[in-house]
């Protein structure tokens, strides 16, 4: 197991804002949240990673990280995937996920908006619980808790509904 000497640990709350399931049900968004240990030094690549799997999603799109909560295109500070793989991102000003690290932006924000798949747009809120000192014997991140089950990440069309509805008769 490796070790971590003197870094500190980044405890957070992801909520799910929002997302392709909104689209299928008039219900209320269900609350699911997910707390997540991470390392200071740990990108926010290594990040969202560990944000989609714990909420059962595949890791199969771009993201980014953004500090206007509401309208991820007016923020003043944006990380986002397009950068590292070559592609322009929605401003000038957007930095990488790769090499920027969780104490580059999370000693700044409290609060961040987490955006997956631009498609669908899963958003989730990540809000900053504490900042710890880190266990030698946990190996970073991990979830911490889980509450709520997750929305599938890609419901069947409404077509699809119907077609096994009617299946079923």
């Known amino acids: 197991m490796k070790k971590y000497p003197h870094k500190k640990a980044f405890i957070f709350n992801v909520y799910l804002k929002d997302g392709s399931f909104r689209k299928c ?3 209320p968004i269900p609350e699911v949240t997910r707390k997540i240990a991470i390392l200071e030094t740990q990108t926010l690549y290594t990040f969202a990673k560990i944000i989609v799997k714990s909420f ?3 890791f199969d799109h771009c993201f980014g990280f953004y500090s206007n909560l509401n309208s991820y295109h ?3 500070d944006s990380y986002e ?3 590292d793989i070559g592609e322009e ?3 000038s000003n957007i930095k990488g996920v790769k090499k920027t690290k969780i104490r580059d932006v999370f000693y700044k924000y409290e609060k961040m908006l987490f955006l997956f798949d631009y498609g669908d747009g899963w958003r989730f809120i990540i809000e900053r619980e504490k900042i710890e000192e880190s266990s030698k014997d946990k190996k970073y991140p991990f979830v911490v808790d889980k509450k709520g089950t997750a929305p599938l990440q890609y419901p069947p069309l409404e077509e699809e509904q119907d077609f ?3 299946e079923e008769q």
């Open 74 to 76: 007016d923020s003043f």
């Open 25 to 27: 049900v008039d219900d």
């Open 164 to 166: 096994f509805q009617e």
């Open 81 to 83: 995937l397009f950068v």
């Open 89 to 91: 991102g929605s401003n």
């Open 56 to 58: 059962n999603f595949y």
